[in-house]
């Protein structure tokens, strides 16, 4: 892997990026514009606004669980990835360790979905 | 691949004399035409048009109509320029600069995850070592910017799409990645012409039909398509995230969402279909165009006859079912490697 291999796509994200700020610039040049205080309210369909201006409210997370199962579950498929890589030049004692580690990861995987599924409120 | 190389700039006439260089040079000719973003943005207009014509067929409604000759082909073109001279609403309590800059954002990194998808042995605009995490570090990205959108409109739809969008694709990604991990096992790379190449005896599907329908189903809620669309359901939060943007803003947000479209399409091609290869009748990116459309169809087929999952739904579906078939989908990829190797 070189640094090199990334120019070409640095490039290509320039040309873009300039490409769509120009059709932005366009845009604004040639569109009418006429201010109103309704049109720059928060959409909500069509009819006066309920409750707060504010459109960021509080949630209920309910899925605080899962988002920390994802928290392990990505990194420890970034580690499974440059396994498969070397895939065939380990031998059948280093590929068993890393079928047991996936088999671990399973059971783990079916206590937390146990654990998620018990907390989950919206059943 | 090669670079730029950057000479000794004495005077104007060099200078001038590298600009033309660099404008003449094959690395240019990629970006800008043949792989690169004028290739794109037809293929994706013609996308935007198939998409339409095919669901008014499915609904028995008659589709775009008028613009172009042919069943209204230049419809997309017509729309982008009837929408460059609409206005460009920002809402008042919007966080402005974020606001603005989300739509650039998302359209570039939309198109950047096409820079490593070979259509061809040669045409790539960057054969990146590690073009599948590339991919996947990329596509990562789509929820943050969903959220960010989601966030600077500061209104309460656009807020809850985000939310949602961030939830769903943190859902997918994992079973997303694992189905991929069957392909690398198989392949032995995370170069998309190495992955491509391995197919010339057997396309993936074949060796691992589970894994490209894991793939296939995790891909359509990472793009937020129907069934998974709940991130801009129409009926229940308006147009999700969306739902402030108007004007040139939307347009470039619907161009990222169907390059979205293309890119899931391709990358299936590339990792199951045996991408490129095919009778050698006919050029190589011809075939990869074929298949990627083929896929495409697919995904708008699906579009057209299923309906909406609910929320809780999508978490078992995500979770419960997706995550665990990839993991015995994992246990089948050695499987079929250790047959194919006949070693152990």
């Known amino acids: ?123 | 691949m090669n670079a730029v190389n950057i000479p000794q700039i004495v005077n104007l006439q060099q200078l001038i004399m590298f600009i033309f260089g660099v404008l003449k040079s094959e690395l240019f000719f990629k970006i800008i035409i043949f792989p690169g973003i004028f290739t794109i943005l037809i293929t994706v207009s013609e996308l935007i048009w198939l998409e339409r014509k095919y669901l008014a067929k499915m609904q028995l409604r008659v589709g775009p109509q008028y613009a172009g000759r042919i069943a209204g082909i230049l419809q997309p073109v017509a729309d982008f320029i009837k929408l460059l001279f609409k206005e460009t609403i920002i809402p008042e309590k919007a966080d402005k600069i974020f606001f603005q800059i989300v739509p650039i954002i998302l359209v570039t990194v939309a198109a950047t995850t096409l820079t490593v998808i070979p259509l061809s042995e040669t045409d790539v605009i960057s054969n990146l070592g590690v073009g599948l995490l590339f991919t996947f570090a990329i596509l990562a990205m789509f929820p943050i910017l969903a959220l960010l959108a989601g966030w600077a409109s500061n209104s309460k739809y656009p807020f809850i799409g985000g939310i949602r969008a961030l939830f769903q694709q943190i859902s997918y990604e994992v079973p997303l990645w694992f189905s991929a991990l069957g392909v690398v096992i198989l392949a032995g790379s995370l170069n998309f012409v190495d992955i491509v190449r391995a197919q010339e005896t057997f396309w993936f599907i074949l060796l691992l039909p589970l894994g490209a329908l894991i793939f296939l189903v995790a891909m359509t809620a990472e793009l937020e398509r129907i069934p998974f669309d709940l991130p801009e359901a129409e009926t229940e939060i308006v147009s999700g995230w969306i739902a402030e943007y108007s004007g040139m803003n939307y347009a470039l947000i619907m161009l990222s969402l169907y390059i979205k479209l293309y890119f899931a399409s391709a990358m299936f091609t590339a990792l199951f279909l045996g991408g490129w290869l095919g009778p050698s009748i006919l050029p190589p990116a011809f075939w990869f165009l074929t298949k990627t459309f083929i896929v495409a169809l697919v995904l708008m087929t699906i579009r057209g006859v299923l309906p909406r999952v609910r929320l809780a739904d999508l978490i078992k579906i995500g979770w419960e079912r997706l995550l665990i078939l990839s993991l015995v989908n994992i246990i089948l990829a050695i499987v079929v490697k250790l047959v194919l190797l006949g070693v152990y």
Do not use: H
């Open chain 1, 1 to 123: 892997m070189a640094v090199e291999e990334f120019i070409p796509i640095l490039i290509f994200q320039v040309c873009l990026v300039i490409m769509f700020v120009l059709a932005l610039i366009i845009s604004r040049i040639v569109s009418p514009r006429n201010p109103d205080p309704m049109k720059t309210t928060p959409f909500e369909c069509g009819e006066e606004l309920i409750g707060s201006e504010e459109g960021r409210t509080q949630f209920v997370m309910q899925y605080y669980p899962y988002l920390l199962m994802f928290l392990i579950f990505d990194v420890s498929s970034m580690f499974l990835f440059a396994w498969a890589v070397a895939f065939s030049t380990f031998t059948l004692e280093n590929n068993l360790s890393i079928i047991i580690f996936i088999l671990v990861i399973s059971s783990l995987l079916g206590y937390s979905l146990y654990y998620a599924a018990k907390k989950e409120s919206w059943k």
